[in-house]
């Protein structure tokens, strides 16, 4: 590991979200500090040397986020967001995904190597009211930090602004041998970051909030929690910080400028930690950071802040003294030659509010955008088109794939972008040029993950195939959808909150 500290966010400053003039800052909450909600593990149903089983329920609850009334949310077999899913590489999964919320939704995998689209959980995956599906796959990835969330296009930001979001881990032998903390709950803990509003009696409404380039809020919830605070009872904490926000980005930092490591983004760990003050992760992004509070005393508190906001404070007890050493080199990154005679491939995303495209087109669930033989191995052109002063950043995602990022408009990646990716993001007026490889048969789509710019049609989708053995799938499309919303929800079709139709 190199000595060097890094002390900025790297992204061009004039893109970030607060340029934007329907950014809402951040506020401190004005209510007491609360106990961070650590989301148990998912008990699985049973457990073999081969397999895991697992259920998992998409369901409505109640949760007490504010004093006074409690908030009417969604999760996965939890009132709100969910417990964390741990699947153990080299193991069979088998998933039954069961469906308690009034209307459709999908349980999408987000980072997960997997074939689609049914078990992806992208918008070709409907579980409707009521009933359930079996998905299986084998679980054969490294070590890393992913997430489940609802993907209903167009409605998925609705569902996860409503709760739909939990954390993923897949752990191997790897972690298993790398001086880390690995205590889940105590030293080894999610961060899923998000922001609402709330409205009378402490209520979310979406709607209400609805802005075409992101939703966003003024209070910072963490694990579904306000104003959280972590008892500290180890010299080091592992922190998966998950940006499960729907727009907002998140500019970390701690009191005292404190140092942090990044051992790991997206897809794993880096082939080297890197060391900060200051960090900026983007929607969908995962940063796995590794906190020393060695020059704390009991008593003493850290404050973790979003730009001058403090979102989150920890609070130093007694701990035994920990002088575990990270190696420089954590993890080999897969390298694939790319397929000769490959082109590159150009991915635009353009405009912005209801003009957001890719490729110059709007999302359509019937049009396959892209087919790629099962194998290939190419360089992936990200565009954004958007103006350097004023536009947005967008953080682009791709299913069932890790990527690697060679280059940001010709220069190296930014200092963590050396591992495995599924979300990169792409500045205004840049091009981000990816390593993409593609390992998994279906129809995966590619994306903005501003949940409300994937919703609006900044979305397209690609086919992987086997030549040997070509397949038809059965994919969603919009009048299904509305039918099937028109009659949950009791309202008449033209009355759904449809983004990309509305335009
Ligand atoms: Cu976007």
């Known amino acids: 590991m190199s000595d060097k500290v890094y002390k900025d966010y790297f992204y061009d400053e004039p893109a970030y979200n607060t340029h934007d003039g329907g950014f809402i800052q951040l506020e401190e909450p004005k209510v007491p500090e609360q106990k961070l909600r650590v989301p148990a593990l998912l008990k699985p149903d049973k457990e073999t040397d081969s397999d895991m089983y697992y259920t998992v329920i998409a369901q409505q609850g109640e949760t007490q986020l504010l004093p006074g009334e409690k908030t009417k949310t969604w999760g996965y077999n939890a009132s709100i967001l ?16 069961k469906n308690e919320l009034p209307e459709v939704t999908t349980f999408h995998w987000h980072g997960l190597d997997v074939d689609g689209p049914v078990t ?11 009933e359930s599906t079996q998905i299986h796959f084998k679980c054969d990835q490294p070590a890393a930090t992913l997430w489940l ?7 998925t930001a609705i569902q996860v602004w409503k709760g739909l979001a939990t954390a993923v881990v897949v752990t191997d032998d790897v972690e298993a041998k790398l001086p880390i903390p690995k205590n889940y709950g105590v030293d080894d803990i999610p961060l899923i970051l998000q922001d609402r509003h709330f409205h009378k009696n402490n209520q979310l409404d979406y709607l209400a909030d609805y802005d075409p380039d992101g939703v966003q809020g003024p209070t910072a919830m963490i694990n579904g929690t306000i104003n959280p605070y972590f008892d500290v009872t180890t010299q080091k904490l592992r922190l998966r910080v998950l940006d499960g926000a729907n727009r907002r980005e998140w500019r970390l930092h701690f009191s005292d400028d404190l140092e942090f490591t990044q051992i790991g983004s997206d897809g794993g760990f880096l082939p080297e930690p890197v060391k900060f003050t200051h960090l900026m992760i983007t929607c969908a992004e995962r940063a ?3 906190v020393d509070f060695k020059g704390y005393k009991p008593g003493d508190t850290v404050t973790l802040f979003c730009d001058d906001v403090a979102i989150m404070r920890f609070r130093i007890h007694e701990f035994a003294p ?8 954590l993890v080999d990154i897969p390298d694939p030659a790319v397929t000769p005679g490959s082109p590159i491939h150009k991915v635009v995303m353009s405009g912005m509010d209801e003009e957001v495209k890719i490729n110059g087109k709007k999302f359509d669930m019937q049009r396959i955008d892209d087919r790629q033989k099962i194998g290939n191995v190419e360089y992936w052109d990200i565009t954004n088109t958007n103006d350097k002063d004023g536009g947005m950043l967008h953080p682009y995602h791709m299913h069932s794939t890790q990527f690697r990022i060679i280059s940001r408009n010709g220069h190296d990646p930014y ?10 993001a792409v500045n205004p007026g840049e091009t981000v040029r990816l390593k993409v490889w593609f390992e998994h048969l279906g129809v995966f789509m590619n994306h903005c993950h501003i949940l409300e710019h994937e919703d609006g049609g900044m979305m397209a989708q690609f086919e992987v195939y086997d030549p040997n053995h070509p397949k038809n799938y059965k994919l969603m499309d919009m009048d299904t959808l509305m039918k099937a919303l028109s009659k949950e929800r009791g309202v008449a079709i033209k009355d759904l909150h449809i983004p990309g139709e509305n335009m």
């Open 322 to 329: 920990d002088n575990s050493v990270l190696p420089n080199h």
């Open 288 to 290: 796995d950071l590794i």
């Open 149 to 155: 969330h609802a993907h209903p296009c167009p409605q």
């Open 415 to 424: 200092p963590n972008e050396h591992g495995l990716k599924d979300t990169v």
């Open 120 to 130: 992806d959980g992208g918008c070709h995956a409907p579980v409707y009211p009521g």
């Open 82 to 97: 969910g417990k964390t899913i741990l699947f153990k590489r080299g193991k069979e999964i088998h998933i039954t995904l």
